[in-house]
């Protein structure tokens, strides 16, 4: 195609509308993307022009469900081999690096133009960044100078690498979240689960900066990473969420049983003050007859004469009358409590 083509073309579809249906921008001038500006972005960034970003937040209690999945099924046999793939996948970090880019076409040999970028550089290159991390330098703990500022030095915190373990849980999180709530969170299950599962993995370490703004993941390589994860990883993460599901209704179900109230096993005994008014309707009913009560010591017990009698008779008398002024003050003392 000659460059006046190309270039008549790309005039003819300036003054288009985007595509995406429901989208009424006009596309983008200069080139011959079908979109507007807005819906060329959420396309390479993930996958489709009306996904729109899955909040890190919403995936957390997926994290958790992957976590303790693979840490109660670490010595099953599909979990070692799915953590086995994800350890091949990634060690493209550990091959040589390949071309950064394909040669421009009719361009000499020995000429230093260059073409458009080599999609396996690029896959390797992100690859490379999660097993050789960068340090990160903190600057908490550090004194300050004698104006108030930062000294200039700062601590060196070193990164490890992204363990085959850390990518499998990050991108089960993903595929366990979209057979849960996928219908809120992907526009379908094409290219926004793909471009998903692609950034759950690459983006487990920090992406390499210019010093102003981050380094953008190119959209070939969640492509093909999304879809390598897809195809080795997809009847592992189908199987492992069936098992989640089961072992989370048992979870939900033992905690619906330890919320049901708790019966006590323990007589019902009487209230204070129907033990208190019993005992004063017994006193009462023992003065009135004036029967002593049957004697328990030896001090206590009747002799023949009579005034044994009566001073045991004036013994319990009094007994009585403190008996009663006791239960009456207690009865006061209950009352004020109530009236309270």
Partial sequence: MSSSSLRDRIIEKAGLRCSTKGCTKLR??????????????????????????????????????????????????????????????????????PPSSFPKKHASLSGKRRGQKNPAWLVWREFHRLRHPKSKFSRRGVPLGSKGGFTGESIVVPQEPVS????????????????????????????????????????????????????????????????????????????????????????????AVMRKPIEPKVRSSTSVSEQEQKQWNKLNVRSSTNEPTPPTTQEERPTNDEGGRNSLTARIREDADASRSRVSQLLARARQQASR
């Avoid at 993903?174 to 057979?179: K, L, Q």
């Fill in 28 to 97: 983008v001038r200069g080139r011959l993307v079908p979109y507007c500006a807005l819906c060329a972005k959420r396309k390479a960034k993930f996958g489709d022009p009306k996904q729109e970003r899955v909040e890190r937040r919403r995936l957390e209690p997926f994290v958790a469900m992957a976590k303790r999945f693979l840490r109660q099924h670490r010595s099953d046999e599909p979990v070692t081999a799915a953590l086995a793939t994800m350890q091949e996948l990634l060690s493209i970090a550990d091959e040589p690096e």
């Fill in 164 to 255: 085959a373990e850390e990518a499998l849980t990050a991108a089960l999180s993903v595929w366990i979240a979209y057979e849960i709530i996928g219908s809120s969170l992907f526009v379908n299950d094409g290219a926004p689960l793909t471009f998903l599962l692609a950034d759950s993995v690459l983006r487990l370490r920090k992406l390499e900066t210019n010093g102003y703004t981050r380094r953008a993941i190119a959209e070939s390589t969640k492509h093909t990473v999304g879809q390598r994860l897809r195809d080795e990883l997809g009847a592992f993460f189908i199987r492992a969420t069936e098992a989640i599901r089961v072992e989370e209704a048992a979870r939900v179900a033992r905690k």
